[in-house]
């Protein structure tokens, strides 16, 4: 029997701005539980403002359209909540936070979810145990934890503690905005091995990339090709590969082609 | 207020001055009578001084605090709370004036710390008269000069050549008594190559008001190192004027981390003056302040011979309509080439009424030098927020957590581990949900 997971995440029409400027111009998706999707497009398409909108960032504004996160609408939750319902944002640019350690940020954090999902919370010894598989899973140093979230980090080393705040708050959907860049080729395996052992057939990865070589290590079911603010065409693995050697323009032409045949039948 | 009031009140800090028992050391009689006659001459600052633009010190004028009579009997139990883990040498002084029945003093090959008078007793002659009175001037600093002419107690720490202390020493000040005035007097001369930390804590056991007016000088000989804690804990009410003088000779290293946490009016003026080659000095501060508190820090570093080294980072947490104030100057002398230096002022205030003057300043008169500096006041960052609520913390959680953490920068940095978590509490409970 084939099992087509609940739907997670659907968006329809959904437009937003940055000061004033329309960014996002009607992005449809349906992602459900056990899927990988990738988007991929051009600089300046509009990949990273979807990701933010998703996670509720104050200075992107949501103009249009509708977004329902496992049934809810999610523009009536607040970031915070967002996170303890599930979902969460890989950052492209993680942010630095000078006199946090890593271990107390990320304990804080997964006791406030946990204690959000009516689990136990766990005390410092407990969360060290807990915390040491995570970090095995990404190969990373224990030194980590005890160093200021971020900081004086390397690109790649920012890129691993995002996926292992992934690992520790076990979303319902990750998002992770160029997970890859940074990375040399050791790494990237490495990462991309610890986000393909976190899936499960209830949760789903959405993987925001310029490049294919992340979709060899974790492979989408459906790859989607974003510009000007819009999906224009989704396909599965195979799509990736195409991009990668023919480039992006072909895909712009034919949704233009497409659109301007519509409107002649129209 | 008139020039004849501001006079009267200096008088009125010196009265008893004169019967104070003579050293049998006839340069610190002459040093006493030095500093009177200059207390007698000097007008208090005010508003109108250009130090003192930002700090209005007529509350403290008006105030009658007469200087403090000894009072040994202080039940020990009350100063538990305030106990070092780590300390070796303690030195206990109950209203400016040496305890030695609570203090656990180390006298001992090379090393001497402490009260004034056993210091001289050990033959340390030597030293102290060539350095106590010699680095904080006060020939034109009022309160420095009040402090000077009552000199009869003092923490006296000194270190034979390469002699280094594994545990730190602590210094600490208790007022007892509200309605007075204390002058509390370190002295700590560090011969070639010795070392050790130096904790300076002035602590209160009630929350009335009273004026400590001390004053630190700090002798670095040649490739010594000084790990310096200064924490101004003071009740809420008190006024407390500080300066402390630091010189610095070839190679010398001084760490400083000072906290400010007490007084309705405080002020700190921090004197550091490379006059060896190659000198390294990294001078850390933090004030959290709340209520209507006012904490002023004046620093000055003066680069006088070439490859010094200077690293300053000072910080505010500024709280309900309390004003913090930091003018921090650095001299870069002719001829001190090479100098490297950094200044940074950063500031975060919680609430609207909260303010914060900040003034860096470098005067440099050598041409092949590195200095950087910069200020900044504001909120937190938005980002920081954003980021730390993507991950499940409530807007309050994750503002609290970064106020922890600016504040944490400079705390972590106090070389004495008990010292620091307890400075955490401190601005976990000062700060937790304190924002506007």
């Known amino acids: 029997m084939t099992h087509t997971g609940n739907t997670l995440l659907a968006v329809r029409g959904l437009t937003a701005s940055v000061a004033g400027v329309p960014i996002l111009k009607g992005l449809d998706l349906t992602i459900r539980a056990g899927e990988v999707h990738a988007i991929m497009g051009p600089n300046g398409s509009g990949k990273s403002t979807f990701a933010k909108v998703l996670a509720g960032h104050p200075a992107y504004e949501v103009t249009g359209g509708e977004v329902r996160f496992r049934g809810s609408n999610l523009f009536d939750l607040a970031p915070e909540e967002r996170a303890r319902a599930g979902l969460f944002l890989g950052f492209q640019y993680p942010i630095e936070v000078p006199g946090v350690t890593n271990a107390a940020f990320l304990r804080l954090a997964y006791n406030t979810v946990q204690g959000a999902r009516g689990k136990d919370e766990l005390d410092p010894l407990e969360f060290d145990d807990y915390i040491q598989s995570k970090l095995e899973l990404l190969a990373m140093d224990p030194a980590f934890l005890e160093r200021s979230v971020n900081e004086g980090f390397s690109g790649g080393e920012k890129k691993r503690n995002e996926v292992l705040q992934m690992a520790v708050l076990e979303p319902t959907l990750a998002i992770l905005d160029e997970a890859d860049s940074g990375l040399d080729i050791d790494a990237l395996r490495i990462v991309a091995n610890g986000v393909s052992k976190l899936r499960t057939p209830d949760n789903a990865v959405l993987l925001i990339t310029h490049y294919q070589r992340l979709l060899n290590y974790i492979v989408p079911d459906y790859v989607h090709v974003m510009e000007a603010g819009r999906i224009i065409k989704t396909g599965g693995k195979d799509l990736a590969l195409e991009l990668e050697s023919r480039g992006y323009d072909w895909v712009a032409e034919e949704f233009a082609a497409g659109r301007a045949t519509a409107a002649s039948v129209v | ?436």
């Open chain 2, 1 to 436: 207020m008139s020039q004849a009031a501001e006079q009267g009140y200096l008088e009125q800090l010196l009265r008893g001055q004169a019967s104070l028992p003579a050293s049998p050391r006839v340069w610190l009689n002459g040093l006493r009578a030095d500093a009177l006659e200059r207390a007698n001459a000097l007008a208090v600052p005010s508003t109108r001084d250009e130090d003192w633009r930002f700090t209005d010190l007529s509350p403290l004028y008006r105030t009658v605090l007469p200087p403090a009579a000894r009072r040994d009997a202080v039940e020990p139990g009350l100063l538990v709370d305030f106990a070092l883990t780590e300390a070796g040498p303690r030195l206990v002084f109950v209203d400016g004036h040496y305890v030695p029945a609570l203090s656990d003093p180390l006298i001992d090959a090379g090393v001497t710390v402490s009260g004034l008078a056993e210091a001289l007793e050990q033959g340390q002659d030597g030293a102290v008269p060539e350095h106590l009175g010699r680095y904080a001037d006060f020939h034109a600093d009022a309160f420095a000069a009040v402090n000077t002419a009552w000199l009869h107690d003092a923490a006296v720490i000194t270190l034979a050549r390469d002699r280094v202390l594994a545990r730190p020493v602590h210094v600490l000040f208790v007022s007892t008594q509200p309605g007075v005035s204390s002058t509390p007097r370190v002295l700590m001369v560090a011969q070639t190559g010795s070392g050790c930390t130096l904790v300076e804590d002035y602590v209160a056991l009630h929350e009335d008001a009273y004026l400590t007016n001390a004053v630190s000088e700090i002798a670095l000989g040649p490739s010594a190192r000084l790990r310096h804690v200064r924490l101004q804990r003071e009740s809420k009410a008190a006024y407390h004027i500080a300066a402390c003088a630091v010189r610095l000779q070839r190679d010398a290293q001084f760490e400083s981390v000072s906290v400010t946490l007490g007084g309705r009016i405080s002020r700190y003026s921090l004197n550091v003056t490379h006059a060896g080659e190659g000198g390294e000095c990294r001078i850390d501060g933090l004030a959290l302040i709340d209520g209507r508190q006012l904490a002023d820090t004046h620093s000055t570093l003066d680069h006088t011979r070439p490859d010094g080294r200077s690293r300053q980072l000072h910080k505010c947490i500024v709280g309900g309509a309390a004003h913090a104030v930091f003018n921090g100057k650095i001299f870069v002398r002719e001829g001190a080439q090479r100098t490297d230096s950094s200044q940074h002022s950063r500031n975060l205030l919680l609430t609207d009424k909260a303010h914060v003057d900040t003034k860096p300043q470098l005067e440099i008169f050598a041409d092949d030098v590195k200095c950087a500096h910069g200020a900044t006041v504001g909120q937190l960052d938005a980002d920081q927020v954003f980021y730390l609520k993507s991950r499940g913390l409530s807007e309050g959680a994750a503002r609290d957590l970064l106020t922890f953490a600016f504040a944490a920068e400079v705390v972590e940095r106090i070389p004495v581990p008990s010292l620091a978590r307890r400075l955490e509490q401190t601005v976990v409970h000062q700060t937790k949900g304190k924002q506007t």
